[in-house]
């Protein structure tokens, strides 16, 4: 027989272990919702829906889905109950994010996490996502997915197959995705730190990682592997992030770093009086660099065609001798 502090670890492991969305197949239904920003075109909406349906899957519209109010998409009211809705109508098999941009942040007291629980199914997108991401993991308990979304990649005529084919591996077979790199046209990888590292995936934009802290929504990252990507944010904001993160004990925290490709993360002009200037890889250099655990830089996934997919709360392996991000579990069954 087990002793009791044998049982105790099973127990422990089980309660640490996310539940997985069942998997996605051609034929289903996918719910589409905007819980950020709308598209600047709205046009978009329709592109994707032709786009959807051409992969061989339904559709349904959210309610407010095109609904506009400033730069949301619609009072938060809307978005919230959209949100909802979707994860409790038994067709709806998955669910996309139309866009990022701003505002998931403002929903989040408005979700009932407990209800959604109840309703595991796949959920995707990035970005201002991140903030929905976190807040699931860490209350509804259940894996979701750090994607493409519908008013870009995954709608675009010319969406790269390494893209395309990342997602729908990673929501459509239950078996673990494996390297996040793997057949990935461009190599921009950098080790800055050697080592192995296995952890559950935390993680997003870093931005939004950020304005978590302090509210009820921030994760847990003690022994996980931090995942993160930014965009069109300056270098000194980049270390402000970081630095912030720092600061608070964050990411002394955590089993590894993987850092996706930060867009757009550079100087907008040349300094003329000669004032020395960081390149946003230099920042994030610098400031991870008294970490003492494996960190990987310039890994397919972030505002960039080559976006991999990412399933957040799932075991991964960060291996830091060969720069790579391996999805070690099933993120689906």
Do not use: W
């Not at 950098?190 to 993680?203: D, F, H, S």
Request: net charge positive; aromatic share 8%; glycine share 10%.
């Amino acid at each position: 027989m087990r002793g009791a502090g044998g049982f105790q670890k099973i127990f422990s492991s089980l309660m640490k272990t996310l539940i997985k969305p069942e998997r996605l197949n051609f034929g289903d239904t996918i719910g589409i919702i905007a819980p950020a920003s709308a598209p600047p075109d709205p046009h978009a909406l329709d592109r994707a829906v032709t786009a959807l349906e051409g992969y061989g899957f339904k559709v349904k519209l959210a309610k407010n889905v095109r609904a506009r109010l400033g730069f949301i998409a619609g009072t938060d009211r809307a978005r919230a109950e959209d949100l909802m809705a979707m994860f409790t109508d038994k067709k709806v098999k998955a669910i996309h994010c139309l866009r990022g941009g701003y505002g998931a942040t403002r929903i989040l007291e408005r979700l009932n996490f407990s209800v959604i629980a109840r309703h595991p199914k796949i959920f995707s997108g990035y970005s201002d996502i991140t903030a929905l991401h976190i807040a699931i993991q860490k209350f509804s308990k259940f894996v979701s997915f750090h994607a493409p979304m519908v008013n870009g990649a995954l709608a675009a005529a010319d969406v790269p197959g390494f893209t395309k084919k990342s997602f729908f591996r990673t929501v459509m077979e239950a078996k673990p995705p494996g390297s996040l790199s793997d057949g990935c046209p461009q190599n921009k990888i950098e080790i800055l730190r050697r080592g192995l590292a296995e952890g559950e995936l935390i993680g997003g934009n870093l931005s939004l990682l950020c304005a978590s802290l302090g509210t009820p929504f921030a994760p847990s990252f003690k022994g996980k592997i931090l995942f993160f990507e930014d965009i069109s944010e300056r270098p000194y904001r980049l270390d402000r992030m970081l630095t912030q993160l720092l600061n608070a004990g964050i990411l002394q925290q955590v089993a590894g770093v993987a850092v996706g490709v930060n867009h757009d993360c550079d100087e907008r002009k040349k300094n003329s009086t000669g004032e020395y200037q960081q390149s946003g890889a230099d920042v994030v250099k610098e400031r991870l660099s008294t970490l003492r655990v494996p960190i990987v830089t310039g890994l397919p996934f972030g505002h960039v065609d080559l976006n991999a997919t990412i399933p957040c709360g799932a075991r991964a392996l960060l291996d830091g001798k060969k720069g790579d991000l391996i999805i070690t579990e099933a993120a689906v069954r």
